[in-house]
Nanobody
Framework: QVYLAESGGGSVQAGGSLRLSCVEP????????IGWFRQAPGKEREAVAT?????????RYADSVKGRVTISQDNAKNTVYLQMNSLKPEDTAMYYC?????????????????????WGQGTQVTVSS
């Protein structure tokens, strides 16, 4: 059973930082992709960043967050982090982590929502101007 739990959301002013965490205890020793996605009110859910679980942990970012966001993983803690800096009001959204099992040696992770089979409940990020 795959269970994902996000935490770390909150309210910050523009320019501030937050670090989101996604704990995924059911994925230890597996080949998988973890993605962070977000959904703002009235908008479709979109990918923010993804990371592959093995080897060097290949990452991929949405253009809207490049240079401001870093995805990383601590395999010993079964946790994936999303460090967000220089936050903007348009970053306000519910943030979700999601997982999919992939073949070993996967080079990059998909940003397509439909490719992800397991989802957390989300954590709210609110950025005020």
């Amino acid at each position: 059973q795959v269970y994902l739990a996000e935490s770390g959301g909150g309210s910050v002013q523009a320019g501030g930082s937050l670090r989101l965490s996604c704990v995924e205890p059911g994925l230890r020793y597996s080949s998988y992709c973890i993605g962070w996605f977000r959904q703002a009110p009235g908008k479709e859910r979109e990918a923010v960043a993804t990371i592959y679980s093995m080897m060097s942990g290949t990452t991929r970012y949405a253009d809207s967050v490049k240079g401001r966001v870093t995805i990383s993983q601590d395999n010993a803690k079964n946790t994936v982090y999303l460090q967000m800096n220089s936050l903007k009001p348009e970053d306000t959204a519910m943030y979700y982590c999601a997982a999919q099992f992939v073949p070993r040696g996967t080079r990059t992770c998909s940003h397509a929502l439909d490719d992800y089979d397991y989802w957390g409940q989300g954590t709210q990020v609110t950025v005020s101007s």
